[in-house]
């Protein structure tokens, strides 16, 4: 079997790259292909919505907060099972450090350009090459996207000289796939999703030929070290539902390689923490859109609180530390009582408060991970901790706070990146 690979990317944000990578993985797929996506840099929606696509799981790739072990043995073990391999990109494909395109040079996969051709035509060739040649990326080809008829596809391919080849054009999209302020809709909310996925799918041009030519992708495979039980004989129950769904499936797979028993529990549903759990993880999500739901439901509030009460070690990160505060004041000037477990309360901004790579310096080792909210935490309680931002700025980053047997940030985790440091999360203090 030989698998093929391309990282799709472009001059920047808003230009169409999830809905071609999950045109192009439903379009491959249903041709009879094997197909797994990945996605560049911290992301948990649109991993979402290209596992819909896909058909499989969808990791993050992160030369920094991942590492480069990591990520080289995710794609060593997919280039394996698979015939073609749909890396999506973050941002433009030179934005952050690292990159696109450093993730792109590093693992020697070629970029396919997603570029809106909604208001040119041959110019496009030219941000081609410029994308290409600017930081000497291996290369695949172009993908129009946003054209506005047949002509306006043949002016790019006809001018396209042989070394810039146009792979494929989507046209422009009455109804696309909706957002909002922290990204795509969730997969769950869309109904309709399979069916706007296939007419995306049926909607894009491609030449297969082109892709079929792209040489053989085949990372030399890895052997990452084995976790440590850590975790072994412990239950950890996790909020999993529309509220709470911001989790990778690295930091799940982590936590059973340490031994660890996984257990989940809707508070939207109103279930209350298994009674049997020896800790509790409240992912970030959507606590905000189902505010009203969350302050109503009054029995997963009782065990949480009970649940505290005991000791339980208990992680909250971002949406999580958000419902257990004492108040949360929604973008409309709402309020809605919380669990009540944090002293403070949560006021909703219209402008991002926290965004970027983050790291936090636990004792067991250095955890990293990634900050995005547009909420502030108004609360009386000292700072456990801060993280430290990726670029090296003097200014703190997030806080760490713990209140009791509670800790809580704003701070995603990527437990891979420090597993020893997320053991801790969930282990009774001083045991790690």
């Not at 230009?15 to 292909?33: I, S």
């Not at 799981?57 to 015939?83: I, N, P």
Request: charged share 15%.
């Amino acid at each position: 079997m030989t698998c093929r690979a391309v990282l799709l990317s472009a001059i920047a944000s808003g230009q169409g790259k999830t809905t071609v990578t999950a045109a192009l993985a439903r379009k491959l797929g249903r041709a009879g292909n094997r197909v797994r996506v990945f996605k560049t840099g911290p992301d948990f929606i649109d991993p979402m919505l290209l596992a819909v696509a896909s058909d499989s799981t969808v990791e993050v790739l992160d030369l920094w907060m991942c590492g480069e072990a990591q990520c080289r043995a995710l794609l060593a073990d997919a280039a394996q099972t698979c015939d073609y391999i749909l890396i999506e990109g973050v941002m433009g494909l030179y934005d952050g450090a690292p990159s696109s395109a450093d993730l792109a040079k590093h693992f020697d996969v070629p970029v396919l350009a997603v570029l809106d051709v909604s208001a040119m035509a041959q110019t496009a060739l030219a941000l081609a090459r410029g994308l290409r040649d600017h930081g000497a990326v291996p290369w695949a080809g172009i993908i129009a996207n946003r054209v506005a008829s047949a002509g306006h596809a043949a002016m790019i391919s006809e001018a396209a000289p042989p070394d810039l080849p146009v792979v494929g054009h989507l046209p422009r999209q009455s109804e696309s796939l909706p957002e909002r302020h922290l990204g795509l809709h969730l997969p769950s909310e869309l109904p309709d999703l399979d069916a706007r996925l296939d007419a995306l799918a049926d909607a894009l041009v491609l030449d297969d030929a082109v892709l079929a030519a792209l040489p053989p992708f085949s990372p030399a495979a890895i052997t990452l070290p084995a976790s440590a039980p850590l975790l072994a004989g412990k239950t950890i129950a996790i909020a999993r539902d529309t509220a709470f769904a911001f989790i990778y499936a690295a930091n799940l797979r982590t936590l059973a390689a340490m031994g660890a028993t996984l257990q989940f529990f809707s508070p939207l549903a109103n279930e209350p923490v298994p009674p049997d759990a020896d800790a509790i993880w409240l992912p970030g999500g959507y606590p905000e859109l189902h505010a009203a739901t969350l302050a109503a439901n009054q029995v997963w509030q009782a065990s949480i609180k009970n649940a505290v009460a005991r000791g339980l070690p208990l992680w909250a990160e971002c949406g999580g530390m958000m419902a257990l505060t004492e108040k949360l004041t929604a973008a409309d000037g709402s309020e809605y009582s919380m669990a009540g477990v944090l002293p403070g309360s949560v006021r909703m901004a219209q402008k991002l408060a926290g965004l970027g790579g983050q790291a936090w310096p636990h004792h067991t080792g250095k955890l990293h991970g990634h900050t995005f909210h547009y909420s502030h935490f108004d609360t009386p309680l000292t700072p456990l901790a801060h993280c430290q931002r990726k670029n090296g700025h003097a200014s703190t980053g997030e806080a760490v706070y713990q209140h009791g047997s509670v800790q809580a940030s704003y701070f995603h985790a990527y437990f891979a990146s420090c597993p020893a440091a997320a053991a801790a999360l969930f282990l009774p203090e001083g045991t790690c």
